[in-house]
């Protein structure tokens, strides 16, 4: 049973464009959210991360959108480039709890 | 400064056989993780520890076991390797376990036959 469920599983986007990657959750006890990018062959590395207590987070380019209500939070890429193309995990932490629940991912592809 | 050393990166066995992977790393953090990823599965927690000594078990812990004798080194054994067990192991490491800020290494792709 995925604890968090992400999409889409695979997303093309063209160069400029915006990539809007969508996280669901059922625990209310999540009370922390990062994302994770992924370049082929390495580890996933930590991109941005919110908690409940904001609904909006940006850096740069990369921004998190929360909706606590409907237990969804997203990642938009603005002006996408070729170099973020990657997987990209979302990810869930209890409070008091040492392990994050990941989602499925999303490869993304910037053309060119 | 190297962070979180994986070691074999690549490793081919065949159904039955043993082996260990070692995780290393250099930036004195308490705990530390083995995923395993898989396509369309994301990263599913095998065991992780939260100090020098201790082990607890994640979402698919069957089939594995770990230690943790020093605090920079987390291993991840297979006892008896199942083509189930096919793929890509990530070790990972946080400074503290409520973050969820965790550091990654480079993963080992592992093959059962």
């Known amino acids: 049973q995925q604890q968090v469920k992400q999409s889409p599983q695979s997303l093309i986007v063209q160069k400029g464009g915006i990539s809007i990657i969508n996280c669901a959750y059922e625990n209310t006890a999540f009370d922390y959210f990062p994302w994770y990018q992924q370049f082929p062959g390495k580890g996933p590395a930590l991109l941005i991360a919110?908690?409940?207590?904001?609904s909006e987070k940006k850096e740069g380019r990369f921004t998190i959108s929360f909706n606590k209500s409907a237990k969804q939070f997203s990642l938009h890429i603005m002006d996408s480039q070729p170099g973020d193309s990657a997987t990209y995990f979302c990810?869930?932490?209890?409070?008091?709890?040492?392990?994050?629940?990941f989602g499925t991912g999303t490869r993304l592809l910037v053309s060119p | 400064n190297a962070g979180v050393t994986q070691t074999p990166k690549f490793r081919v066995l065949k159904t039955g056989q043993s082996m260990t992977l070692l995780c290393a790393q250099d930036?004195?953090?308490?705990?530390m993780y083995w995923y395993r990823q898989d396509p369309g599965m994301g990263l599913r927690l095998i065991h992780y520890s939260v100090g020098e000594g201790t082990t607890a078990k994640g979402e698919v812990p069957d089939g594995y076991n770990v230690s943790r004798l020093k605090k920079q080194n987390f291993l991840l054994g297979l006892e008896s390797a199942a083509p189930s067990q096919t793929s890509v192991y990530f070790c990972?490491?946080?400074?503290?376990?409520?973050?969820?800020?965790?550091?990654f290494g480079e993963g080992s792709r592992l093959t059962v036959l």
């Open positions: 930036m004195n953090h308490e705990y």
């Open positions: 990810a869930a932490q209890e409070e008091g709890f040492q392990k994050l629940v």
């Open positions: 990972a490491s946080s400074i503290r376990g409520d973050t969820g800020e965790l550091f």
């Open positions: 919110i908690r409940p207590d904001v």
